[in-house]
């Protein structure tokens, strides 16, 4: 026999949703990190073109080489990861939209098709 008291799988199921703690992305945030993502390549390409014209002022290759490896190697960092702090928060906020717009023509689509039943189920019921 079944313990009338015991909860069932519904009653723990609801209560574990209601324990689940999910932190909400802050906007401020993302968005900052969106314009810091889009200047980063900026500062890293000025980097380079001052690395190079620095480089290029003198004729020893000693005075060179340090230049342009921590001008250029920085400003390529930076450029990098600039461009992938872009392309990170870009691309989530067009994944985002395209999943709200799914969810929104599903549900308008689970609306015709019950209708559509509705409409299936009175006629079944006149015959």
Excluded at 23 to 44: C, N, Q, R
Excluded at 78 to 96: D, H, S
């Amino acid at each position: 026999m079944t313990d009338p008291t015991a909860p069932n799988a519904a009653d723990l199921l609801e209560a574990g949703v209601a324990d689940l703690k999910v932190p909400e992305p802050s906007t401020d945030a993302e968005a900052m990190l969106v314009k810091v993502g889009f200047a980063l390549p900026i500062v890293g390409v000025v980097m380079i073109v001052l690395a190079y014209w620095g480089a290029s002022d003198t004729a020893y290759v000693a005075d060179q080489i340090p230049m342009l490896i921590s001008g250029g190697l920085l400003g390529i960092g930076l450029a990098v990861l600039g461009v992938g702090l872009y392309l990170r928060f870009a691309l989530a906020r067009v994944l985002r939209f395209w999943l709200a717009r799914t969810v929104a023509e599903q549900q308008a689509q689970t609306d015709r098709v019950v209708e559509a039943l509705g409409r299936v189920e009175a006629a079944l019921r006149e015959r």
